[in-house]
């Protein structure tokens, strides 16, 4: 069971190549993903290695499957991967061109330049619909304020960084784009009710599941009028009720980071790993505290002792993985560095970029 529960982790590493220590670990434990951060990125040839490095560790595990290797890359504020690679504008600007088909080329092209690198799996596009003009958290990192908007470009995103390879995360469901509150700082609390979430926040969310989405990331929010005790990644109403059975999605549910403060500062490492999964989780993100996910591990290995999570819920979203990777990873590694060289910063990437940032896209470049 330790490998099944392995393959529900992502994590983060330390710097720009894997350390012995890391290869271990993801070894040992058969962890399913690595995400990146700036700490990690340097330039494409490095991103390029540091991928394969990460990749290869997949041959001595027990099952050798391929490894997610995510980044939050989704243009504007949010822009892990800088200049030689595109950098794109944020989804606001698509939002004002409301084009599906600058949409969909826009994540096809900044797909391609992270596939060839050996990234595989974006937490992007950001769904929320911008209600609230005073939320500095989400900004124009939103499409629209319009939810049928939101819905029509997102699912557009969705389907170019599939065509390109790469692995969509939807975020932050069931909506983040109302609060004020910074989850990364403390729990944000907001007084929508369900029928204020169908009508509004959860429009995109299920046109995008549609659109053959198969990954959704949580947020760190409650919503008292819904769940007067948990916030929705803690939440069996909110993942098991809604997401599952009223919104029928199929797919993986991962968790925002869950070393944010909107967690931390109210349950232990151990007890929100254990919860995540009870709640209806698929997929722990740890990103910045690298002494965490041994934690969660330990902690999740002593809830199946005690039968305080299931058997039946690692092994479903073991093989939800498991499904998705044979489907999506079939070439995990990079491409040769040669060709990924002509992909990345490509010039009609660029052009699509500052075409998309001056308001006005040609016609030849979608």
């Given amino acids: 069971m330790i490998d099944k529960i392995g393959q529900l982790l992502f994590i983060g590493i330390r710097g720009k190549t894997l350390t012995q220590d890391e290869a271990e ?6 962890i399913g993903g690595v995400v990146l951060f700036a700490r990690n990125l340097e330039s494409p040839a490095q991103v390029h290695a540091l991928c394969a490095q990460i990749q290869a560790t997949r041959h001595k595990t027990r099952d050798k ?11 504007g504020r949010v822009t892990r991967l800088k200049a030689p690679f595109t950098v794109w504008p944020p989804l606001a600007k698509i939002g004002e061109l409301d084009s599906t088909s600058v949409a969909f080329k826009f994540a096809l092209c900044m797909g391609l330049e992270m596939r060839a690198v050996g990234i595989n799996t974006d937490f992007a596009p950001c769904v929320d619909v911008y209600t609230n003009p005073k939320n500095e958290v989400i900004g124009d990192r939103a499409l629209s304020k319009d939810p049928e908007q939101v819905a029509k470009l997102a699912s557009a ?17 069931p909506g983040h784009g109302n609060t004020l509150a910074d989850s990364h700082t403390e729990l944000p609390v907001e007084d929508s009710d369900l029928d204020r979430l169908r009508s509004v926040e959860l429009v995109p969310f299920k046109k995008v599941f549609r659109a053959r989405l198969d990954m959704v990331m949580t947020s760190h929010i409650k919503f008292p009028k819904i769940d007067p005790e948990w916030p929705v990644t803690l939440s069996k109403t909110f993942l098991k ?4 059975k009223d919104l029928r999605y199929r797919g ?4 925002d980071d869950l070393d944010m403060q909107a967690l931390t500062d109210h349950h232990s490492v151990g007890d929100i790993a254990v919860r995540s999964l009870q709640a209806g989780c698929d997929i722990l993100l740890y990103c910045n505290k690298f002494d965490h996910p041994q934690i969660a591990l330990d902690a999740i290995q002593k809830a199946l002792k005690d039968q305080k999570i299931s058997a039946q819920h690692i092994d479903e979203s073991f093989h939800r993985v498991v499904a998705l990777k044979k489907d999506m990873l079939t070439e995990p590694d990079p491409k040769p560095l040669k060709e990924a060289d002509t992909i990345v910063g490509h010039a009609d990437h660029i052009r699509l970029a500052e075409a998309i940032k001056s308001g006005s896209v040609p016609v030849d470049l979608i």
């Fill in 157 to 173: 995103l969705v389907r170019g960084y599939i065509k390109s390879g790469i692995i969509p995360c939807a975020k932050h469901y």
């Fill in 241 to 244: 009720e809604i997401l599952r």
């Fill in 25 to 30: 670990f993801i070894v040992k434990n058969n």
């Fill in 65 to 75: 499957l391929p490894l997610f290797i995510g980044i939050d890359q989704e243009g």
């Fill in 252 to 255: 993986l549910i991962v968790t």
